[in-house]
Nanobody, 125 residues
Framework: QMQLVESGGGVVQPGGSLTLSCVVS????????IGWYRQAPGKEREGVSCISLTSNFYADSVKGRFTISRDVAKNTVYLQMNSPKPDDTGVYYC????????????????????WGHGTQVPVSA
């Protein structure tokens, strides 16, 4: 059974840093693209980053500030959030898909193969 569990959320100050983790089980990271989505209060969920065996993706809103990485031995994907802004506030979800990372940019999360329950990230002074 495929599972993804997010952790690492919490209050972070603007300009600070925070690293989210997504631990996966039931499948091999090399065979799937893993994406991070977020849903801000009152807004639609959006894909912000993705990593696969062959490519990465970043939304324009986080490019240059967020870094996605993975540790295959630990079955974990990370999202390092540097210099977060209040607009980065939201619930962050990780999701897995057999398709390419380009799907994360254009596909609603609930159309992917599976996703986690999310972790809250309030960006506030």
């Amino acid at each position: 059974q495929m599972q993804l569990v997010e952790s690492g959320g919490g209050v972070v100050q603007p300009g600070g840093s925070l690293t989210l983790s997504c631990v996966v089980s039931g499948f091999t990271l090399d065979n799937f693209s893993i994406g991070w989505y977020r849903q801000a209060p009152g807004k639609e969920r959006e894909g912000v980053s993705c990593i696969s065996l062959t490519s990465n993706f970043y939304a324009d809103s986080v490019k240059g500030r967020f870094t996605i990485s993975r540790d295959v031995a630990k079955n974990t994907v990370y999202l390092q959030m540097n210099s977060p802004k209040p607009d980065d506030t939201g619930v962050y979800y990780c999701a897995a898909d057999l398709g390419a990372c380009t799907r994360i940019a254009t596909t609603p999360m609930d159309e992917l193969d599976t996703w986690g329950h999310g972790t809250q990230v309030p960006v506030s002074a």
